[in-house]
């Protein structure tokens, strides 16, 4: 069973207005993008009581102290109250930070979120992890605290460039390769055109909701839902600082194969399981660009992870297809290793 403050929507505006009533909040703001505030405030607009829009760039490169503070003094213009809430209508950047806005302005108040990506809707948006990037490393500032509601309406999808939606995919497949194999078989027999995505978004909405609550602070269980996350934010970290930004789906594809390569050189995953997965991933992603030299470097910064414990990196590794298992020690020259393989796949 989903936890209450998770809705599915037909119908955003409707299912807003009443719990808005509801609760009778002192003030509403509304934090968007320029692509959010044009395509998927207009379907939210009538449910909203009065309120304020607070607008922001989007991007990766916009997840910093810097946007905070703007979208804090626009709150303090505001005279935003304790009694007051932040509404955050877009993807998995702004859902992190207007949610880490929101929960550290003046020690908390209430924020919706409204994701309007595949990724934000299918993992993001889930799970009350909020964060902020601090020298480019991901999610380096950030806390735990839970949305008073999420609003899932999968209507937003149209709205969305393919490169969206195929970054948004990767945390799909993840979540298939670690905890369910026979949907990772449905999902493989499929070109990304042709996904079930209401289906699709339910289940990672489902799974991803009954792991978070059993586990919140990630101390255990929790840990497993970042898999391909060690090595793919290395990558992503690395390439954002040099002015090379990918899509976060497309560096945790990127991360899954690594891992997976770790996990077949430790035979945890067979040989057949491993190619169709890269198989796979490649067919849908394509490759990441990196050179040879630039191994040292990304590896570098995965010792900056947060799942680490001193100097020791701890990954998510496969255990076969459709289960994983967390906190395995991975070495520097295991990633170096991993990426030497990644770069040298065919397309």
Same mark, same amino acid.
């Given at each position: 069973?989903?936890?209450?403050?998770?809705?599915?929507?037909?119908?955003?505006?409707?299912?807003?207005?009443?719990?808005? @009533?509801?609760?009778?909040?002192? @003030?509403?703001?509304?934090?968007?993008?320029?692509? %959010?505030?044009?395509?998927?405030?207009?379907? =939210?607009?009538?449910?909203?009581?009065?309120?304020?829009?607070?607008?922001?760039?989007?991007?990766?490169?916009?997840?910093?102290?810097?946007?905070?503070?703007?979208?804090?003094?626009?709150?303090?213009?505001?005279?935003?109250?304790?009694?007051?809430?932040? =509404?955050?209508?877009?993807?998995?950047?702004?859902?992190?930070?207007?949610?880490?806005?929101?929960?550290?302005?003046?020690?908390?108040?209430?924020?919706?979120?409204?994701?309007?990506?595949?990724?934000?809707?299918?993992?993001?948006?889930?799970?009350?992890?909020?964060?902020?990037?601090?020298?480019?490393?991901?999610?380096?500032?950030?806390?735990?605290?839970?949305?008073?509601?999420?609003?899932?309406?999968?209507?937003?999808?149209?709205?969305?460039?393919?490169?969206?939606?195929?970054?948004?995919?990767?945390?799909?497949?993840?979540?298939?390769?670690?905890?369910?194999?026979?949907?990772?078989?449905?999902?493989?027999?499929?070109?990304?055109? %042709?996904?079930?995505?209401?289906?699709?978004?339910?289940? *990672?909405?489902?799974?991803?909701?009954?792991? %978070?609550?059993?586990?919140?602070?990630?101390?255990?269980?929790?840990?497993?839902?970042?898999?391909?996350?060690? =090595?793919?934010?290395?990558?992503? %970290?690395?390439?954002?600082?040099?002015?090379?930004?990918?899509?976060?789906?497309?560096?945790?594809?990127?991360?899954? =194969?690594?891992?997976?390569?770790?996990?077949?050189?430790?035979?945890?995953?067979?040989?057949?399981?491993?190619?169709?997965?890269?198989?796979?991933?490649?067919?849908?992603?394509?490759?990441?660009?990196?050179?040879?030299?630039?191994?040292?470097?990304?590896?570098?910064?995965?010792?900056?992870?947060?799942?680490?414990?001193?100097?020791?990196?701890?990954?998510?590794?496969?255990?076969?297809?459709?289960?994983?298992?967390?906190?395995?020690?991975? *070495?520097?020259?295991?990633?170096?290793?991993?990426?030497?393989?990644?770069?040298?796949?065919?397309?």
């Amino acid at each position: 069973m989903l936890p209450d403050n998770i809705l599915f929507s037909s119908d955003p505006a409707n299912d807003l207005r009443p719990f808005l @009533q509801k609760k009778n909040y002192s @003030q509403i703001g509304v934090l968007v993008d320029e692509n %959010t505030q044009q395509h998927s405030y207009p379907l =939210i607009r009538e449910g909203l009581p009065p309120h304020f829009v607070i607008p922001v760039k989007s991007g990766e490169e916009q997840k910093n102290l810097t946007t905070c503070a703007t979208i804090w003094q626009a709150m303090t213009d505001r005279a935003m109250d304790r009694h007051a809430c932040l =509404i955050v209508l877009g993807g998995g950047v702004l859902g992190d930070m207007g949610g880490f806005c929101a929960a550290t302005y003046k020690r908390g108040i209430d924020f919706i979120l409204i994701p309007t990506t595949l990724l934000a809707q299918a993992d993001a948006s889930i799970g009350g992890k909020l964060g902020i990037d601090f020298n480019h490393y991901k999610n380096h500032i950030g806390v735990f605290q839970q949305p008073t509601l999420t609003l899932l309406y999968a209507g937003f999808l149209k709205t969305l460039p393919y490169a969206e939606l195929r970054s948004g995919f990767a945390e799909v497949i993840k979540h298939t390769l670690i905890a369910d194999k026979a949907m990772w078989e449905v999902i493989a027999k499929k070109p990304l055109e %042709t996904q079930d995505w209401d289906a699709l978004i339910r289940h *990672s909405v489902a799974f991803k909701a009954r792991i %978070t609550q059993e586990d919140p602070k990630e101390k255990g269980l929790r840990k497993i839902l970042n898999a391909g996350h060690t =090595i793919g934010h290395a990558l992503e %970290t690395y390439l954002l600082g040099a002015d090379r930004r990918v899509l976060h789906g497309e560096a945790v594809a990127v991360g899954l =194969i690594t891992e997976a390569y770790i996990g077949r050189q430790r035979n945890l995953i067979g040989e057949e399981d491993f190619k169709r997965l890269c198989a796979f991933l490649l067919k849908i992603y394509g490759k990441v660009n990196f050179g040879e030299e630039e191994r040292e470097a990304i590896a570098a910064v995965a010792l900056q992870d947060k799942k680490n414990k001193g100097n020791t990196i701890l990954s998510v590794l496969p255990d076969g297809i459709g289960s994983a298992k967390w906190d395995y020690e991975i *070495s520097l020259d295991e990633v170096k290793g991993a990426l030497s393989f990644y770069r040298s796949l065919q397309m």
